[in-house]
């Protein structure tokens, strides 16, 4: 494995592993029985989309659907997806506090780098957190990606990313550059997180569909790790949080209709949440 690779869990208190729990609520989710609702109570959903997805269509949109079946209030921090976690912070914060005037707590769901921004937001403000049920960390490079140090090292993707994103865009580089191990490593350790609940949810994937598939056997190949196409899965942790690592669900699984995921999205996501506010 890439020396690089699992930086911020070495050393840290071993995860607490909640995978069984997400089972059973899975379980009696797909069975009509979920207990989301009930224990979300009047608290908000507050929905933090990950990189560029802007552009995405019907990104997240089964996950949605579902939990506003329930009868969830359910709303999208607006972010510019095409900008970094510290210019996005000032949005999340403002949803957040927008909840709290209303008496209400904030159930945050963050997507790839959509975490990031959440906890750029609540490192940030740390008065936010008493605001904060729960974050739900869906496969966030939360301490960086192969994919950004090897885009990195080559002058043509580096070219590329500014062209296409600084340009065409009309956002930050940065925003991509950013999820570089260094980047992360720097930020984390100035920027260290409240108290708050957390869940990560981490994937892991023997073949990708077939957007994500070559970046999957680039990360075996060259970072000796599993993945699901875009962050391993030790790199998507968040230390202190609660854990549920899944195989079998590639890294658009959720929140994409092309891609791979061996689970129903929005029913996972029900799950997700619920298990992130019991345990």
Same mark, same amino acid.
């Given at each position: 494995?890439?020396?690089?690779?699992?930086?911020?869990? $070495?050393?840290?208190?071993?995860?607490?592993?909640?995978?069984?729990?997400?089972?059973?609520?899975?379980?009696?989710?797909? /069975?009509?029985?979920?207990?989301?609702?009930?224990?979300?109570?009047?608290?908000? %959903?507050?929905?933090?989309?990950?990189?560029?997805? &802007?552009?995405?269509?019907?990104?997240? $949109?089964?996950?949605?659907?579902?939990?506003?079946?329930?009868?969830?209030?359910?709303?999208?921090?607006?972010?510019?997806?095409?900008?970094?976690?510290?210019?996005?912070?000032?949005?999340?914060?403002?949803? %957040?506090?927008? =909840?709290?005037?209303?008496?209400?707590?904030?159930?945050?769901?963050?997507?790839?780098?959509?975490?990031?921004?959440?906890?750029?937001?609540?490192?940030?403000?740390?008065?936010?957190?008493?605001?904060?049920?729960?974050? =739900?960390?869906?496969?966030?490079?939360?301490?960086?990606?192969?994919?950004?140090?090897?885009?990195?090292?080559?002058? @043509?993707?580096?070219?590329?990313?500014?062209?296409?994103?600084?340009?065409?865009?009309?956002?930050?580089?940065?925003? @991509?550059? &950013?999820?570089?191990?260094?980047?992360?490593?720097?930020?984390?350790?100035?920027?260290?997180?409240?108290?708050?609940?957390?869940?990560?949810? =981490?994937?892991?994937?023997?073949?990708?569909?077939?957007?994500?598939?070559?970046?999957?056997?680039?990360?075996?190949?060259?970072?000796?790790?599993?993945?699901?196409? @875009? *962050?391993?899965?030790?790199?998507?942790?968040?230390? /202190?949080?609660?854990?549920?690592?899944?195989?079998?669900?590639?890294?658009?699984?959720?929140?994409?209709?092309?891609?791979?995921?061996?689970?129903?999205?929005?029913?996972?996501? &029900?799950?997700? *949440?619920?298990?992130?506010?019991? &345990?």
């Amino acid at each position: 494995m890439n020396a690089a690779t699992g930086w911020l869990v $070495r050393g840290a208190p071993r995860p607490h592993d909640v995978t069984p729990s997400f089972f059973a609520l899975y379980a009696e989710a797909r /069975g009509g029985r979920g207990r989301l609702a009930r224990i979300a109570g009047r608290d908000a %959903i507050i929905v933090v989309p990950g990189l560029f997805t &802007e552009r995405y269509p019907f990104y997240l $949109r089964r996950a949605a659907a579902r939990l506003r079946s329930l009868g969830l209030d359910v709303s999208w921090a607006p972010i510019d997806t095409d900008m970094t976690a510290v210019h996005n912070a000032k949005a999340v914060r403002d949803a %957040i506090r927008a =909840v709290a005037r209303e008496g209400r707590r904030a159930i945050l769901i963050g997507h790839s780098k959509g975490p990031n921004d959440v906890a750029a937001a609540l490192s940030l403000h740390p008065d936010l957190a008493p605001s904060v049920r729960a974050l =739900v960390s869906l496969q966030a490079p939360y301490a960086g990606t192969p994919l950004a140090d090897e885009a990195h090292g080559s002058r @043509f993707w580096r070219t590329a990313v500014g062209t296409v994103v600084g340009g065409l865009f009309r956002g930050s580089a940065r925003a @991509f550059w &950013e999820l570089r191990y260094d980047e992360r490593r720097q930020f984390i350790d100035a920027h260290p997180l409240p108290p708050v609940r957390m869940l990560s949810l =981490v994937t892991t994937t023997a073949h990708a569909g077939p957007v994500l598939e070559r970046t999957r056997r680039l990360i075996a190949d060259r970072h000796g790790s599993p993945s699901d196409g @875009f *962050v391993p899965p030790v790199d998507a942790y968040i230390p /202190g949080s609660r854990l549920v690592h899944l195989n079998g669900v590639d890294h658009g699984g959720l929140a994409l209709p092309l891609c791979k995921s061996l689970f129903e999205p929005g029913r996972t996501v &029900e799950a997700l *949440v619920a298990t992130a506010l019991l &345990e």
